[in-house]
């Protein structure tokens, strides 16, 4: 069955180091570990039941087997290839607990992945936090000194908040050092990468190109459908709280949370810059990357999207949680966005398109606001 056949992507993995190769790529070799993937007659890749590329090991295993079902002797030399050699935990793109029978440059074991748990999925976000919130109040104290109304001034000012916000970076920095504890050898930039979601050479070209436009696509829709379901949160927490949402937003009820919109097109493009350059990536990569992969360790692959998920949206409007309804009226459209991010992440087995997503979506949602005041 061919790739368009199937409708998905196909791929094909190489039994020696179980690094996954697009079949729209036509492999000649494994990237990783060099192996040469053979072929038939035909010049199709030669691939078993399970997606497993045959290379010439396996090949001779294979004629192995078959001399043994025919009654044939087996030849000294086919047995000593066929003598298995001590597995050991690595690293490698495709699957960070993944096991290999032989050690190149470059490999690295993990002597304890289950030392990678879901506690150090929420505490390693919550230490990143506490650290930007800290520097953060240091450079306001520094700049603005302990008045109330030069600070008021400052945080409305977008050059100061675009030179905060990129204190943000930290999500992105804390992860790739805090993976290096669960290694015992040193990991370069690339496999720490890779580990948390991010392999840097498996699109090139045109499938680069494909999954940018898919998360430009995904991003426009996700913030009509946010928007659906914050008019479903309105009137939710309306009926269940009996509140007038409306006027308690007008009065600042949301005052709190930060969500102030650009004064000016200066100002929006500031923002704009911000969030392209420090939000996207930065929590993708702590959220998707390093969290959900951590309560993967314990839970299912839904349990984990779904915990991500909540501890997102959580993580994003703790400080209204001494106010139920202006609580429940964030949380449901938080919950929406994450879940989805979850999910496309899940889908690409990477996060490439989950960030694009996660910049247009904060983008459109700030412009349309915009657009609507001014």
Known sequence: ??????????????????????????????????????????????????????????????????????????????????????????????????????????????????????????????????????????????????????????????????????????????PLYWVQKYYPKKLSLKQRFAILGLPLKKYRGLELVREILLGIFIGVISSFLVFGLQIVSFYLVEFLYDVDLMSAIENGALSEFGIDVPGNITNLVLFVLMVFLFVGLPEEIMFRGFVQKAFESKWSKSAATWGTAVFFSLFHIFVYILEPAIFMFLFIPYLGISLLLGLLRNWRDDLYAAVVVHIVYDIVEIVIRFAILY
Request: proline letters at 6%; glycine letters at 6%.
């Open 1 to 174: 069955m061919t790739e368009q056949e199937n409708g998905k992507r196909e791929t094909i993995t190489c039994p020696n180091c179980l690094t996954k190769h697009p079949l729209s790529r036509n492999p000649i070799f494994c990237i990783e570990c060099k192996k040469r993937f053979e072929r038939d007659s035909n010049g199709n890749l030669l691939r078993d039941e399970e997606g497993m590329a045959i290379v010439e090991e396996k090949k001779q295993t294979q004629t192995q087997n078959n001399e043994v079902k025919k009654g044939q002797p087996v030849s000294t030399q086919t047995r000593a290839q066929q003598e298995i050699k001590p597995r050991r935990p690595i690293v490698n793109e495709g699957n960070i607990y993944g096991y290999r029978s032989n050690t190149l440059e470059g490999e690295y074991e993990n002597p304890n992945p289950k030392s990678w748990s879901p506690l150090a999925g929420i505490g390693v976000p919550l230490l990143t936090y506490l650290l930007i919130m800290a520097v953060s109040v240091v450079l306001v104290v520094l700049v603005a000194g302990i008045n109330l109304a030069n600070i008021r001034d400052l945080t409305s000012n977008m050059t100061f908040v675009f030179l905060t916000g990129s204190l943000s970076l930290l999500f992105l920095i804390v």
